[in-house]
């Protein structure tokens, strides 16, 4: 049954070794672990029984290929050979993908063979496997012993002229990873198919290929394979008495396979211990790695240290660096174990494959997928070198192309994978960011001489200057305070006669008894002018706030409703006027507001007057609050939006300038000087928060005020 592990991007495949009590399975298992292994990176597991064991490791060093992204990895077993642990036999056959059947070749064992050959077939029946679709494999062992079966009679008793056959010695490893290529070969092959990959391709061809080329080393190695030293872990089975009834047989079964579970978990565990040390290795020297490259002031030692340093910690046989020179096409400028780079050699069309690659701008793992029913020119170019995978990252620095920095795995390793992706494309960004202030750092020693001379050249002449814009500061400092004086006093001296005027006015209004022809209209001239005066005292009162310290306020919880009162209240007047209606949306369970009350009620009276003036009759100002949150932080929004013409997009820029004014729509006019809009900008800039001005699609202007929480 074939697994596909997402964690670790490969898709594993079981085979099992199968036979009679000593025919040598275990033996085989050994040896293969042996020679594919030697230095012990994975371990081989034992479940005990009385007089047998199952034995179980991951054959993860083997360069598979790929299929859809994911590595293919094998997992062998093998099985008790004594019929009163058939429960094991069967549970361990289950979800099997290839199996091997190892026959003992002595004559005083035939009846065991075809026994065992038999509780082969039923068991795989058992398990929902068809025997006759099943990758199987005869291996005739024990070949060095006297009193023998001949092959020819062994053939007889079990190969019906289909299956591929070989005599063995597994004490020794003579003919047993013949055995195990066959098998593989064919369970590989038959995972394609049943996975569907295009055979129109030559995707079997390749595969059948990349399966030789990997085991072929390991093909001819023989030797003694160490039986005690390979048992790493043994995990104790249940009970050997599975000859009972039903019941019992359930659950010996039941308890295999449970350690089974445990087995493949302590494999993944091991598994994920090795990813930790590789990952804490590759850690340390990336931060090995960044430390030498900030020392470094020369760029070409920056690259040769990049190439060093990938080489010893991603194990691949070839390693380039190319970069990009004044005249922008890349050259070599670091190359490591070939003689040429070969996405650099390989040109399509009008540009180099190398490149074409440097040029998308994002690393790049090259590795062959027999999904692919044809390899594209990046693949082609690697394959055509010799290696069998690479990984290609552009070298940028504040996005500009610097070159690429290129790693090739040969066939001797397995496919470099996504880790490595992750790992050559830190070094490659530390490289190129180290590389790019060491060119800095170049310049700007070669400048140095010169820079100094000009300097001393222009020191006179900045003395001068300074003291010219020190004079004209002073100057505009004295006309700001003026300026500022002139607003104060303005205020000042202009709210007593409105106020007076405010009060004659409904005085007047109070002379019920005289005609009304002759109070109606000077009452109403009276009150728009007196509002416009109004306007103007309250604009002068603004800008006050523009030239007082900018130092940012203390917001203290105000109450919503008490806010927004203080900003509409004095406003209402002047909507009615206009025929204009003011709506407020808010949350009912937003009760406060951080800020200061005075201040802030100004700053969107002053937004909400805007809206009012630059208003069609019959329109509305909608006034929003809604809480709105920037990463972690909260925020409190007002959104003020009107339904007149809205400010052009080009007078956009303008609305935030001192004494800038927009047309009025509707029947509005400005009561104001044109600061009401900075006035609000500087208010909510104190606070910490952002306003912006935009036109609205449908019509009219929306002002937005964000205040943090």
Same mark, same amino acid.
Request: hydrophobic share 40%; glycine share 8%; proline share 5%.
């Given at each position: 049954m074939v697994q596909f592990e997402n964690q670790y991007r490969q898709i594993k495949v079981k085979i099992v070794y199968y036979g009679p009590a000593l025919g040598g399975k275990t033996t085989c298992l050994q040896h293969i672990h042996r020679v594919t292994d030697p230095q012990r990176r994975t371990r081989l597991y034992s479940l005990n029984t009385a007089s047998d064991r199952t034995l179980f490791f991951d054959l993860l060093s083997l360069n598979l290929g790929r299929i859809r992204g994911y590595r293919l990895a094998i997992q062998l077993y093998t099985v008790p050979g004594q019929v009163q642990y058939n429960a094991t036999r069967r549970a361990v056959l289950a979800g099997a993908d290839g199996v091997i059947f190892v026959a003992d070749s002595q004559l005083d064992q035939q009846d065991a063979n075809l026994e065992s050959f038999a509780n082969l077939k039923e068991n795989l029946e058992a398990n929902g496997i068809d025997p006759a679709s099943l990758p199987l494999v005869l291996q005739y062992n024990k070949r060095d012993l006297a009193n023998l079966a001949s092959?020819?009679?062994?053939?007889?008793?079990?190969?019906?002229?289909?299956?591929?056959?070989? #005599?063995?010695? /597994?004490?020794?490893?003579?003919?047993?990873?013949?055995?195990?290529?066959? *098998?593989?070969?064919? &369970?590989?092959?038959? $995972?394609?198919?049943?996975?569907?990959?295009?055979?129109?391709?030559?995707?079997?061809?390749?595969?059948? +290929?990349?399966?030789?080329?990997?085991?072929?080393?390991?093909?001819?190695?023989?030797?003694? &394979?160490? $039986?005690?030293?390979?048992?790493?872990? &043994?995990?104790?089975?249940? #009970?050997?008495?599975?000859?009972?009834?039903?019941?019992?047989?359930?659950?010996?079964?039941?308890?295999?396979?449970?350690?089974?579970?445990?087995?493949?978990?302590?494999? +993944?565990?091991?598994?994920?211990?090795? =990813?930790?040390?590789?990952?804490?290795?590759? &850690?340390?020297? @990336?931060?090995?790695?960044?430390?030498? *490259?900030?020392? =470094?002031?020369?760029?070409?030692?920056? $690259?040769?240290?990049?190439?060093?340093t990938a080489v010893a910690n991603l194990g691949v046989q070839a390693a380039t660096v190319l970069i990009v020179p004044a005249a922008g096409q890349l050259r070599e400028a670091v190359v490591h174990g070939v003689e040429h780079d070969p996405l650099l050699a390989m040109v399509v069309e009008t540009t180099t494959v190398a490149g074409a690659v440097a040029e998308a701008g994002? #690393? !790049?793992?090259?590795?062959?997928?027999?999904?692919?029913?044809? /390899?594209?020119? *990046?693949?082609?170019?690697?394959l055509k070198s010799g290696f069998t995978s690479a990984i290609a990252v552009p070298l940028t620095a504040q996005n500009r192309l610097l070159g690429m920095f290129t790693v090739y795995g040969g066939s001797d390793r397995r496919s470099l994978d996504e880790d490595e992706l992750e790992l050559a494309s830190i070094l490659g960004a530390t490289a190129a960011m180290g590389y790019a202030n060491a060119l800095a750092f170049r310049k700007l020693e070669t400048s140095k001489t010169g820079l100094e001379s000009t300097v001393e050249q222009r020191t006179d002449e900045l003395k001068t200057t300074i003291?010219?814009?020190?004079?004209?500061?002073? %100057?505009?400092?004295?006309?700001?305070?003026?300026?500022?004086?002139?607003?104060?006093?303005?205020?000042? =001296?202009?709210?007593?006669?409105?106020?007076? $005027?405010?009060? /004659?006015?409904?005085?007047?209004?109070?002379?019920?008894?005289?005609?009304?022809?002759?109070?109606?209209?000077?009452?109403?001239?009276?009150?728009?002018?007196?509002?416009?005066?109004?306007?103007?005292? %309250?604009?002068?009162?603004?800008?006050?706030?523009? !030239?007082?310290?900018?130092?940012?306020?203390?917001?203290?919880?105000?109450?919503?409703?008490?806010?927004?009162?203080?900003?509409? /209240?004095?406003?209402?007047?002047?909507?009615?006027?206009?025929?204009?209606?003011?709506?407020?949306?808010?949350?009912?369970?937003?009760?406060?507001?951080?800020?200061?009350?005075?201040?802030?009620?100004?700053?969107?009276?002053? !937004?909400?007057?805007?809206?009012?003036?630059?208003?069609?009759?019959?329109?509305? !100002?909608?006034?929003?609050?809604?809480?709105?949150?920037?990463?972690?932080?909260?925020? @409190?929004?007002?959104?003020?939006?009107?339904?007149?013409?809205? @400010?052009?997009?080009?007078?956009?820029?303008?609305?935030?300038?001192?004494?800038?004014?927009?047309?009025?729509?509707?029947?509005?006019?400005?009561?104001?000087?044109?600061?009401?809009?900075?006035?609000?900008? +500087?208010?909510?800039?104190?606070?910490?928060?952002?306003?912006?001005?935009?036109?609205?699609?449908?019509?009219?202007?929306?002002?937005?005020?964000?205040?943090?929480?």
């Open positions: 092959i020819a009679d062994l053939e007889d008793r079990f190969n019906d002229g289909e299956l591929r056959s070989f #005599p063995t010695v /597994a004490i020794t490893g003579e003919g047993v990873m013949d055995a195990f290529a066959a *098998v593989t070969e064919q &369970t590989l092959v038959s $995972l394609a198919d049943r996975l569907g990959i295009d055979t129109a391709g030559h995707a079997m061809e390749r595969l059948v +290929q990349q399966t030789r080329a990997a085991l072929e080393p390991f093909v001819n190695a023989v030797g003694s &394979t160490g $039986l005690a030293d390979d048992i790493e872990v &043994t995990v104790p089975e249940n #009970p050997p008495d599975e000859t009972g009834p039903l019941p019992q047989e359930i659950l010996v079964k039941e308890a295999v396979r449970a350690n089974l579970a445990m087995t493949d978990l302590s494999s +993944q565990l091991e598994t994920a211990s090795r =990813q930790l040390e590789r990952k804490a290795r590759i &850690t340390r020297a @990336i931060v090995d790695f960044g430390r030498l *490259v900030s020392q =470094q002031r020369d760029p070409a030692d920056v $690259l040769r240290m990049l190439v060093k994002e #690393p !790049v793992l090259i590795a062959d997928d027999l999904e692919n029913s044809t /390899a594209n020119s *990046v693949q082609l170019a690697v003291e010219e814009v020190r004079h004209l500061n002073r %100057e505009l400092q004295r006309g700001d305070a003026i300026k500022n004086r002139l607003i104060s006093r303005m205020a000042e =001296q202009l709210d007593s006669p409105v106020q007076a $005027l405010i009060t /004659a006015v409904g005085a007047l209004d109070s002379l019920r008894g005289a005609p009304a022809e002759k109070t109606t209209r000077l009452i109403e001239i009276v009150k728009r002018q007196a509002d416009v005066l109004a306007g103007i005292v %309250e604009s002068a009162g603004q800008a006050s706030l523009l !030239v007082t310290e900018t130092e940012g306020v203390h917001g203290q919880p105000t109450p919503l409703p008490v806010l927004l009162r203080r900003a509409i /209240a004095p406003l209402r007047d002047l909507a009615s006027q206009l025929e204009l209606e003011v709506k407020v949306m808010s949350p009912g369970d937003l009760d406060t507001v951080s800020c200061d009350a005075e201040t802030m009620a100004t700053a969107l009276r002053a !937004v909400i007057k805007n809206a009012l003036e630059h208003n069609h009759p019959g329109g509305e !100002v909608r006034i929003e609050v809604r809480r709105v949150r920037r990463g972690g932080d909260r925020w @409190i929004e007002f959104k003020i939006a009107d339904t007149g013409d809205g @400010i052009p997009e080009d007078d956009l820029e303008k609305a935030f300038e001192a004494f800038w004014q927009g047309a009025a729509g509707g029947k509005g006019e400005s009561q104001g000087i044109g600061l009401g809009l900075v006035v609000a900008k +500087q208010v909510v800039q104190r606070h910490g928060g952002e306003i912006s001005i935009a036109r609205r699609s449908t019509g009219g202007t929306e002002v937005s005020i964000i205040l943090p929480q």
